[in-house]
Each structure stands twice: as C-alpha cells, then as structure tokens.
C-alpha cells in the first residue's frame, strides 16, 4: 500500500515560525476516510482543540486532497479546505473543482495542514519538497486574479495553480472565502476569514511527482464507464448548455425559487434573469475543471465587467432572492464577490433580510447607519456590499453575517434570519423540496445541501426509488415518506464524492458513483481492497464523526432544524402553494436510521 | 482557441500515453488558464517555417515523416539549445529528457481526449507558420513564459471577437 494512488506526504506548515515539517501519511490512518473532506474532518476531529478561537493561531487550517484527485478521473480534481467556522463555531469545510486540487496532487502533498499566525503577510510557494514562505506586501488588498498573476510572474511560472483570499479574506469577513483557478471558490462556512487570520494571502503550488494507479487497465476501464456515462447522460446537453443556471427555470416552474427573501417561491421575470439568458446574451464559451468531460462553467462578457460564472447559487442570491431583475448587475456582483473573495449565498442573506425586516418595520434605517435597502434597488445593494467586503462604516456588522447581527434586534427579526447553525441557506425552499429540507437540518456546516444533494427526489425516477429506498414517494419532491432514507443514502454518496474529490453535480445529481463504482475505482487505483459493504460501513462511520465532532463545538440535536417560516408559513401561489415541512418528524427517522 | 474551455485533458491523455502515469508535468502539450482575460489554450509544437529547435550543437533533432521533431536520447547531451530557441516553449527539458510532441505516430492522443473538438490535426496541410516575430518578442523568457506570452499574443483576436459578441 502506498505506492498507488496516495503522493503519501502530508504538509505540516507553521507559520508562526515560518517552519515547515513533512511526515509520511500513515496509510492504515487514512484508509477508513480514503481522502478529501472526511480524512480531513477526521484530521481536524483529532487534533483540534475544540475551545479554540477560530481566528486564532490555534485553529487548524487544512487543505485536503484524495487518492483519485487529478488522475484520469473525470470532474474528479476538488480540494477540501477544513478548520473551525468563525461563522458558525462548528465544523467548517468548504471544497472547489478548477486545477488547483490536480497541481496540489503532483506535489506528493495529500494533506497541508496550517496552524499559527504569520507576523507578516505572505504565500506559501509550497513544491515537492519544500515550502517557501514568501512576504507579500504589495498583494495586500488586491484581488483574487491580480494575486494569482502576480505569484505566477513572480515564480516566473504560469502553470502554478493559486488558492488565495481576497480582500474580504484579509478583513476577516466572517463568510469570507478562499478562491482558486481565478474563480473557483470555496466558499461556505468562512474559510478566508481563517486563512485571513493567520495573515496568509495564498498558496501556490507546483507539482512534479506522478501518480500511479494499481491497475492500469482496470482504472481506465471504470474510468471509461463514467467517461459514458457522462457523456451520454439525458441532462449533457442542458448541463453543457446552462451548467447549474439551469435551475433557475427548474425551480422557477416548481415554485421553489427564492424571490424576496423565501416570501415567494416564484417570480414573474424569470426569462429576464434565466440560465437560458445567461448562455445567450452573455456566454462566450465554456469553461471546465480538470479533466472533466462535462465542462459545465462558462466566461461571461457584460458591457462593464467579465468572468467565469456565476453557477446557481450566486445567480439566484444576487436576482431573485433580493427582487432583482437586472441581470448585468447579477453578473457584475458574480465577478466583485468572487473577486473580493465574499460568499455570495451568505451575502446575499445579509441584504435579503435586512431588506425584509425593513419593509416590516423590524429595523429601522437608523438601526444601521442610515443603511435602508428595498427590493431590486441594485445601486444600494452595490454600496452595502461594498461596506461589507470593507468592513466600511456599518459594513462592519453585516460582515459578521446576518445571524449574528439579528442578535442586536428583537425575536421576530432573528426568526427571519434563514439560518440553520448559523450558516445561511442555500437556494432552495425547502417547503416545495422535502428531502433537501432534512439536508438543510441536518448538514453537519449548518444549512447546506451539498453534504446529501438528494436530487433524486426531484427526478420522478419512482421505481427506482421503490427500489433503492422501499417507497415511490422518494422520487416525489412533495412528500415527507422515505425521505430520511433517501438522505441517508445520499449523504454517503456525498461522502464518496468528497472522497475521490468528484464534482457533486456529476457524482450525485447526475446519479454516477455508487458504492459498487467507488469499491472499484479504489480498489483499481489504490491497490487498496475496498468493498461496497465496507464503503457503507466508512460512510456511516464518517457521518457519526461530524455529529460528535459538532457535540464537541458545543451544537445539540435540537439545533437540527429550520427556521420557522419553512414551518409554518406556507407559500400561497404556485405549484408549491400550500405546503410547509414537517421537520421534527423526518429528522426522527433519520435519527433512528442512524441509532442516535 | 475559441473552445478550449481549459479542461486540460489533452495533456492528461497526452501524459498517460507516453508515459502509463498521471504526470500531467511530463505532457508534451501544455494547457495554459489565463485567468485575468477567460483565455485558455493548449500549446504545443506548431512545425513553424524556421525549425528553431533544429539548431542543435550535437544534431540530435531529426524530422520525422509526419514531420515531427524526433529527439535521440543517446545523442542529446541536454544541453537546453532546443529550448532557448523554441519562441513558444513547445520544446522542453524535464528530468533528464526532451519533451516535444511526436504526434503519438500520426494518431494524436490529445485530439482524441478532446471533447470539445479544440485540437485538430491537420497533416495535408503544407503551408508552414511562422513563428518569426514571436521570436524576436520572446527573448530570454524560459519555456513557461514564452508560452504565457505567446498565448496572449493569440488571445487578442478572440478577445476582439468577444466584445463584438456582446456588441
């Protein structure tokens, strides 16, 4: 064991002392977390001193990559970034495809770990065998693709891969986030704050060390198989065409898009802000992550700015959720955040609930400055942003996020916050989609549907589901049967995913890895026998480390819910009208499913 | 150029077929993402006019039949010629060794990995490019450079190409 697969080095970084050590990965260590996000939940889970201040030098910042990242593979290069959420105060991780995670690999390193606090701010220039910590005075404050040519020009290499935080980052915006390949972001749970902490601008790396699989002819066999499966997939050409903006009118016609905040689940501007629009006004080729066959990102062009981007998330925060109908401005806010390294769900939080609350009377413009924002109006959305990125005036308070900030005003404006632990939610209402309403619940970084993305149940694939999870009801959006089931599964795929450092979209909406698919790729490339019962066992296994992990940062199990409105208030128009989640009822099933 | 979306699975292929392991470093093609302008493009040997490689102390550079550049590693003595003249960085020395593009024996690897149709080979064609003017720009730059530079050299039509798009 060792040989394949592995570069079998871990990265012990301290920048306190501007030392660097490297051990040997302990392969019996990792072989029941295989790599990425839960070798380094298990990572943080064991070395981490829970009490830390998670802008501290003692809180543990760790890169994590996988046996599979960057190998034939396709959609298979994410990194993990792992620590302690200033946001939240529990688990944080945060994963982004681009190159980065393929170049990290080719540096032998399967793990950076990074503990203490630079005097100074500067770069890791980190290669096989050594790491430079290189001063950076002139990169302070500059952007996420300045920072990237920069360190390239000035390693005199342009094939070095960047991770770096932008000026958010620096200013230790609570939701900050650390951005690769020009705008890959990881974006949730604050990781840029952390790295802005320690007084880190960036990591570069450069690889040399080839990676070896055990069984050639086998690797490229199964490696073939999802080659096909992908390309022959029903949503290829939607995918290649939209990537994930094409949600925006999936979940416009099922009335679960956020509009002004979760008070609607619909808008009537649809086409004036809908991937379709996107891909043919403003698309001017496709982008992709290593390897990938799918190539699903796309560069955009708008009369004053251009980027990579958005996907669905941060196209739906900065249109719909806040009442906007302007596109371009959308766009524009797709490049500044990701520019400035901000989270844009997180953000776009901030605004929506300070928009809703003042429109009901909770606060008051002078509760915040002056601040006073109404739905749509981009030129005040702009300058809020621009104070937060900042920490400008009462930027300062929304940069902590809008849960915290709800702390200063009275109950009825904190229950808006749309927050589970603390971490904003993602859009999608949960009233009109069941099993991502648990997700959110039960995610152990707070609100979040990455960690099962039941897509499934939004596939009408009832018999399937009849047989993967004992009822058809799986497969229908609308109801709470068999959902617990569903996430259960799901978050293990999503498990494996994060594992092999496999793009979700493909591994788990798209329905490609299974544990059957996963045991041989692994086995294949690693030489390490895998079994989809032991795959079953690990991922299980791997979901109890979260939720200790979590007890441990002081969460309890009643935290595992959502917020009220999802409760009680329905929806009064569209194809979700009248519909609220039962909450308590599923996250009992899933609690029994887990004999918690 | 236009549709290179920056996948790099040319290079992977490309790795793979030489050398049976992931070492994207030891590709032959090289896929450079300029994140600053949205370019991306893969580089490698063009067969330019001027054969600027071919000025070899030792004459260990031959041209093959498809007219690729045949390195003879018992000749080569490494001394990095072929590299300082290459004005694109398609010629490189790693780890004790040549890397050019031997167009895999007229069956290109990397236009077979290509989903995107980016790559073509095209061996009818008989009308050479020439490489001269970026020769005289490229100057002391090492092979990474010169493949910096002369990729944003190329993406400056397409650039053009895409504001037009948007009007």
Same mark, same amino acid.
């Not at chain 2, 063009?46 to 000025?55: K, L, W």
């Given at each position: 064991m060792g040989k394949y697969g592995y570069g079998s080095k871990i990265l012990r970084v301290d920048l306190t002392h501007r030392r660097f050590r490297i051990e040997n990965l302990d392969l019996a260590w990792i072989k029941d977390v295989i790599g990425g996000r839960p070798a380094n939940t298990k990572r943080l889970a064991e070395e981490l001193d829970p009490n830390c201040d998670p802008l501290g030098p003692d809180n543990l910042l760790i890169f994590g990559v996988g046996p599979l990242t960057g190998s034939l593979l396709p959609a298979s290069a994410y990194c993990t970034v792992t620590a302690k959420s200033p946001l939240t105060g529990i688990l944080g991780d945060s994963a982004a495809g681009g190159q980065f995670g393929a170049e990290m690999k080719l540096t032998g390193f399967d793990q950076i770990t990074i503990t203490g606090q630079a005097d100074k701010l500067l770069y890791l220039m980190i290669t096989n065998d050594a790491v430079e910590f290189v001063e950076c005075p002139t990169l302070a404050g500059q952007n996420i693709v300045r920072t990237t040519a920069a360190i390239r020009t000035e390693q005199k290499d342009h094939a070095v891969q960047v991770a770096a935080i932008g000026p958010a980052g620096e200013n230790q915006v609570l939701f900050a986030t650390i951005v690769s390949s020009g705008n890959r972001v990881h974006g949730r749970t604050g990781m840029g704050a952390v790295m802005g902490s320690k007084n880190l601008k960036a990591l570069a790396v450069r690889g040399r060390q080839p990676l070896l699989v055990a069984d050639t002819l086998a690797f490229l066999d199964e490696v073939t198989k999802i080659e096909q499966k992908i390309l022959q997939h029903n949503e290829y050409q939607k995918r290649y065409h939209m990537g994930t903006t094409m949600l925006m009118q999936d979940l416009n016609g099922i009335g679960i898009l956020p509009t002004n905040h979760f008070q609607k689940g619909a808008c009537e501007y649809l086409d004036e802000i809908s991937g379709e629009t996107l891909a043919k006004k403003y698309k001017v080729k496709n982008k992709a992550c290593f390897n990938c066959n799918l190539h699903c990102s796309r560069y955009y062009i708008t009369d004053t700015h251009q980027a990579e981007g958005p996907e669905f998330e941060t196209l739906c925060s900065f249109t719909s959720r806040l009442g906007n109908r302007d596109l371009p401005f959308a766009l524009e806010m797709n490049a500044y955040l990701n520019q400035m390294g901000l989270d844009s769900i997180s953000t776009a939080e901030v605004i929506g609930w300070i928009i809703e609350c003042q429109e009901k009377g909770l606060i008051s413009p002078t509760d915040l400055d002056g601040l006073q924002i109404g739905w749509g109006q981009t030129g005040k959305i702009r300058v809020a942003v621009e104070m937060l990125a900042n920490r400008r005036g009462v930027g300062d308070r929304l940069a902590d996020g809008a849960t915290k900030l709800s702390q200063s005003f009275g109950p009825e404006a904190q229950t808006l916050v749309m927050q589970v632990k603390g971490l904003d939610i993602i859009c999608g209402d949960p009233r009109g989609i069941k099993a991502y309403g648990l997700t959110y619940a039960i995610a152990s970084r707070g609100a979040d549907h990455l960690r099962a993305e039941p897509y499934f149940e939004l596939t009408e694939r009832r018999q399937e589901a009849k047989k993967r999870f004992g009822t058809e009801k799986a497969a229908q959006r609308m109801e709470e049967e068999g959902k617990a089931a569903l996430v259960t599964y799901s978050e293990k795929i999503s498990l494996l995913c994060d594992a092999l450092t496999m793009c979700k979209n493909i591994g788990l909406c798209m329905d490609i890895l299974n544990f059957e698919s996963t045991a041989a790729l692994l086995q294949a490339g690693t030489g390490v026998k895998y079994s989809p019962e032991y795959l079953q066992e690990i991922t299980h296994r791997a979901v109890k480390r979260d939720h200790e992990l979590n007890k441990k940062f002081g969460m309890k199990n009643e935290q595992d819910t959502l917020p009220e409105r999802f409760l009680k208030e329905p929806l009064t128009q569209g194809p979700t009208k009248g519909s609220t989640v039962n909450i308590k009822k599923m996250v009992d099933e899933y609690y029994q499913l887990h004999q918690w | 150029m236009e549709k290179c979306t920056g996948c790099r699975r040319c290079e992977t292929a490309c790795a793979f077929y030489h050398t049976g392991k992931i070492s994207n470093r030891q590709a032959r093609i090289k896929v450079l993402n300029l994140y600053e302008t949205g370019i991306d493009g893969p580089n490698v040997c =063009?067969? +330019? =006019? =001027?054969?600027? +490689?071919?000025?070899c102390p030792v004459d260990a550079l031959t041209l093959g039949s498809n007219g690729q550049i045949i390195v003879s590693p018992t000749v080569c003595i490494l001394c990095g010629a072929c590299e300082k003249a290459c004005p694109i960085g398609a010629i490189e020395l790693f780890d004790g060794f040549v890397y050019v593009c031997d167009l895999c024996g007229g069956d290109p690897r990397c236009v077979k990995a290509c989903t995107e149709n980016a790559i073509t080979y095209q061996p009818d064609i008989t009308e050479k490019i020439s490489l001269a003017d970026i020769k005289n720009q490229a100057g002391k730059m090492n092979p990474s450079q010169k493949r910096h530079f002369y990729l944003n050299q190329l993406g400056v039509e397409l650039r053009k190409k895409w504001s037009k798009h948007h009007g």
């Open positions: - | =063009q067969q +330019c =006019q =001027q054969r600027y +490689c071919m000025n």
